[in-house]
Nanobody
Framework: QVQLVESGGGLVQAGGSLRLSCAAS????????MGWFRQAPGKEREFVAA????????DYADSVKGRFTISRDNAKNTVILQMNSLKPEDTAVYYC?????????????????WGQGTQVTVSS
């Protein structure tokens, strides 16, 4: 069993930054890709970023490229999402997820464990 706990959300003005953390418990962390997704009210959950098991490959949604950075520390069982130049449209609940495989993509179906989410609100 894997448990994921997100933290770091909050309220920030447009143009500001936030750093989200995802702490994973359980033995199986380093061998799997990890991802971040978000869900705004009334919208479907959407892909934000993913990182391969080694950290050597990262993928981003077009809407966050150049502003967000995903990273991981396998020794600490932690995944980080650094969010810069935040916009009001980034407002959502952000979820950390563990992939079923070492390299993963943008579909929610590729992920089998999810955190409870952390709220990010960007004011204009």
């Amino acid at each position: 069993q894997v448990q994921l706990v997100e933290s770091g959300g909050g309220l920030v003005q447009a143009g500001g930054s936030l750093r989200l953390s995802c702490a994973a418990s359980g033995r199986t962390f380093s061998g799997y890709a990890m991802g971040w997704f978000r869900q705004a009210p009334g919208k479907e959950r959407e892909f934000v970023a993913a990182i391969s098991w080694s950290g050597g490959r990262t993928d981003y949604a077009d809407s966050v490229k150049g502003r967000f950075t995903i990273s991981r520390d396998n020794a600490k069982n932690t995944v980080i999402l650094q969010m810069n130049s935040l916009k009001p449209e980034d407002t959502a609940v952000y979820y950390c997820a563990r992939s079923r495989v070492r390299y993963s993509g943008s579909s929610t179906y590729e992920y089998d464990y999810w955190g409870q989410g952390t709220q990010v609100t960007v004011s204009s």
